[in-house]
Nanobody, 116 residues
Framework: QVQLVESGGGLVQPGGSLRLSCAAS????????MAWYRQAPGKQRELVAG???????NYGESVKGRFTISKDNAKNTLYLQMNSLKPEDTAVYYC??????????WGQGTQVTVSS
């Protein structure tokens, strides 16, 4: 059974930082590609950042230079370090893994609110 459990969300002031974590189980973590998505109220879910099994990364344009995706294969944990947060980063952040069209899993999401 595949499980993705996010943590680390919360309320932060503009310009602040947060680190999200995603604990994975039921997959070969070091092989499966992982990603963070987010969805703000009234908007479509969008890709924030992705990382392959080999560690190659890609980022959405709006977060480049501010967010960093990483993973710890020994701990089966995915991270998203978010710096210089802006109000427009407010959203529910989801952990995702997708090996194929029929093998895709999502976490339950964690709320990030950027507000003064």
């Amino acid at each position: 059974q595949v499980q993705l459990v996010e943590s680390g969300g919360g309320l932060v002031q503009p310009g602040g930082s947060l680190r999200l974590s995603c604990a994975a189980s039921g997959i070969i973590f070091r092989v499966w590609p992982m990603a963070w998505y987010r969805q703000a109220p009234g908007k479509q879910r969008e890709l924030v950042a992705g990382i392959t099994g080999l560690g190659s990364t890609n980022y959405g344009e709006s977060v480049k230079g501010r967010f960093t995706i990483s993973k710890d294969n020994a701990k089966n944990t995915l991270y998203l370090q978010m710096n210089s947060l802006k109000p427009e980063d407010t959203a529910v952040y989801y952990c995702n893994t997708r090996l194929s069209v029929t093998l895709e899993y999502w976490g339950q999401g964690t709320q990030v609110t950027v507000s003064s």
